[in-house]
């Protein structure tokens, strides 16, 4: 069955950064690409970023364009997303997703999640 | 403020059938058929019931369906079971490569 596990979040002041990893299992994770999206209790769920399937087209949300990039390993079915320059407002639960073909079709499977809180 | 527009919350008795809507612009839910909707319980990741409108995925019951007219996308869940009560979420393509998704409904079975 499909598996992804997200791990890496934690408290970070703002301004610094922080790396998170997904590892999927259970699924050809090198034929598809994948999402993050984070979820915060006021404002919902929020789409990131895509990497698509090679890791050679990633597209990212305005919000966080230029601070965030995603990328991927496929030898070990792992999918990053390394934060920089962290703000309070990015402060959220992130879950990595399965994107299946066609991408706009949007994510299918989801991992747990991991928390990121950005405070002093 | 979510892209797309849910009504925070909805209800009805066991057996009976409820409707959420979902609404956004002509750039999205309107302009695409790409809208998905996702189930989650408390503390547990989302889990999707409807893609691509009106498709469920496998191991998804036939009690949830959706549709979609002009802006509007909707979820109906029928034969309401204890099991359904949960958060519902609404997602749409939104052209170049990016993706918006509802506030959420948070659908209580009486």
């Known amino acids: 069955q499909v598996q992804l596990v997200e791990s890496g979040g934690g408290v970070v002041q703002p301004g610094r950064s922080l790396r998170l990893s997904c590892a999927a299992s259970g699924f050809t994770f090198s034929i598809y690409a994948m999402h993050w999206v984070r979820q915060t209790p006021g404002k919902g769920l929020e789409w990131v970023a895509l990497?698509?399937?090679?890791?050679?087209?990633?597209y990212y949300a305005d919000s966080v364009k230029g601070r965030f990039t995603i990328s991927r390993d496929n030898s070990k079915n792992t999918l990053y997303l390394e934060m920089n320059s962290l703000r309070a407002e990015d402060t959220a639960v992130y879950y990595c997703?399965?994107?299946?073909?066609?991408?706009?079709?949007?994510?299918?499977?989801w991992g747990q999640g991991t928390l990121v809180t950005v405070s002093s | 403020q979510s892209a797309l527009t849910q009504p925070p919350s909805a209800s009805e008795s066991p057996g009976q059938s409820v409707t959420i809507s979902c609404t956004g612009t002509?750039?999205?839910?309107?302009?695409?058929?790409?809208v998905s909707w996702y189930q989650q319980h408390p503390g547990k990741a989302p889990k999707l019931v409807i893609c691509?409108?009106?498709k469920r995925p496998s191991g998804v019951p036939d009690r949830f369906s959706g549709s979609k007219s002009g802006n509007t996308a909707s979820l109906t869940v029928s034969g309401l079971q204890a099991e359904d009560e949960a958060d519902y979420y609404c997602s749409s393509y939104a052209g170049r490569n990016n993706w918006v998704f509802g506030g959420g409904t948070k659908l209580t079975v009486l």
């Open positions: 997703a399965r994107g299946p073909a066609p991408t706009e079709i949007g994510p299918d499977y």
């Open positions: 002509s750039s999205d839910v309107g302009g695409f058929d790409y």
């Open positions: 691509e409108v009106n």
């Open positions: 990497i698509r399937y090679d890791g050679m087209k990633k």
